[in-house]
């Protein structure tokens, strides 16, 4: 027996440090138990890096922001979350995770998390359609909207009239892509195009533009994610920008998230968005404007074809279907990086099949087919199987109270204000929840 079990932690050891995805463990009090090999190449850290300290500590994010720590707080397994930091070199990176607490008994014992990375770091932290060595203009965008042709129009006006510019989005929606078609957009036109990525305790992106003020060009500064620099950095940023000609250059920054909110949380310095919102564009997510999907695949599959003289047409009928269907919480870079690996994947195929999506996407999009319930799933119908009304009652009880948890962010307290109820008595009725749902999770 103790050599079958020596045989099997083997292959487990095997697998955990092999697989694709990062993977990272944490105990009841937020410290690292397991961290694997893609996990050291998303984020940077080695496993003596993270083993004595809580993830609050490593990384720029607060506690609600963390989905490890979020699922260790609500005992609630979260699908296909996207989110955005900062890694230990800096870098920004953003990856999808699936994170679920680990119980012993009745007893939360700590929480793992499964994240795929949609940006590998530097090596695919890209600009759309930059790889095919042509400037980033309004033209080449195939967005077809109505939101994206406000955005367009709006971003063409603030570049004649030379004004700062806040993009407002998620990442990955093309903010990058809107700061670069504006300043081609410029009349008389700026030198160069230069992205400085914020980061929240490092004095580089203040040295950078120094260096590039020194010079007698004229530059297009487009601040990457402003509200990941300190407050501090913030205001200096905007000292160096009260003292520097409009004519010159252009200024844009970038936030995620909205700025009103991220003010209040004291992650936006207040002045600093005056000095940008002359002009405030909002970019909408993927999923809010899902007729932009299939122009985007069909330019990417046209330009497969010119470059490698494939027969590639798109996309088959079911396939279609899917990416109409799936939220796409990476936007545009998880779209094209879906492509990328399809793409690779071809050789004389005319259509891309069912067969021919990645096996993860796969996964993914029948997991969510699996855990979501839309608001008509209450509603009787004959084609249905009538339920006992107090499983009826008790599956709309648990459908309220998620949608309400998942409205506040996985917020106890304010979930239970909401509901009208205590933190304790909600607490209860999580766990009884997860119980129904799942008991072999609690053995």
């Not at 000609?245 to 991220?262: A, K, N, V, Y």
Request: hydrophobic share 40%; aromatic share 10%.
């Amino acid at each position: 027996m103790d050599v079958k079990l020596n045989q099997i932690i083997k292959f487990l050891e095997f697998a955990i440090e092999h697989v694709s995805v990062g993977i990272h463990a944490i105990d009841h009090k937020g410290h690292t138990i397991l961290y694997n090999n893609k996990m050291k190449e998303i984020e940077g850290f080695n496993i003596e890096d993270v083993s004595d300290r809580s993830i609050l500590e490593l990384f720029a994010f607060r506690q609600n922001d963390s989905t490890l720590l979020r699922v260790l707080q609500t005992g609630l397994k979260e699908m296909n979350v996207k989110q955005t930091y900062w890694n230990k070199d800096g870098h920004e990176i953003t990856t999808i995770n699936d994170t679920y607490p680990i119980f012993d008994n009745e007893t939360i014992i700590g929480a793992i998390e499964f994240a795929r990375d949609i940006t590998s770091l530097e090596k695919l932290v890209y600009q759309p359609l930059r790889r095919y060595g042509e400037p980033l203009t309004f033209d080449i965008i195939t967005a077809v909207s109505e939101q994206m042709q406000s955005v367009i129009d709006n971003s063409k006006k603030a570049a004649h009239a030379r004004v700062p510019v806040l993009l407002v989005g998620e990442s990955g929606t093309g903010k990058d892509l809107i700061a670069e078609s504006i300043h081609h957009e410029l009349l008389p036109a700026n030198d160069k195009f230069v992205t400085l990525f914020s980061r929240r305790t490092n004095q580089s992106i203040l040295e950078k533009l120094n260096n590039f003020l020194k010079t007698n060009k004229n530059y297009t500064f487009f601040f990457e994610r402003i509200e990941f620099l300190s407050i501090p950095m913030q205001q200096q940023l905007l000292e160096i920008f009260n003292e520097l000609s409009l004519e010159r250059h252009m200024f844009i920054g970038s936030i995620g998230d909205d700025p009103i909110d991220l003010i209040s949380n004291g992650q936006l310095l207040k002045d600093l968005y005056y000095y940008f919102a002359s002009m405030t564009i909002n970019i909408p997510p993927l999923k809010a404007r899902k007729e932009d999907i299939m122009p985007f695949v069909h330019d990417y599959f046209s330009r497969h074809r010119e470059r490698f003289a494939s027969d590639i047409k798109g996309l088959a009928e079911d396939v279609i279907q899917i990416f109409l269907q799936y939220d796409w919480p990476g936007n545009l870079k998880e779209l094209e990086i879906l492509l990328d690996e399809i793409a690779s994947m071809i050789t004389n195929e005319k259509l891309v099949t069912y067969e021919m999506l990645p096996l993860h996407f796969r996964f993914k999009v029948q997991q969510l087919d699996d855990i979501t319930h839309k608001p008509d799933f209450f509603i009787v119908q004959s084609s249905k199987e009538l339920l006992p009304l107090d499983d009826y009652l008790r599956e709309a009880e648990k459908y309220y109270v998620h949608n309400v948890l998942n409205m506040y962010e996985a917020n106890i307290t304010k979930t239970a204000n909401a509901l009208g109820m205590s933190r304790q008595n909600l607490q209860y009725r999580l766990r009884k929840f997860k119980k129904i749902d799942d008991p072999k999770d609690l053995s």
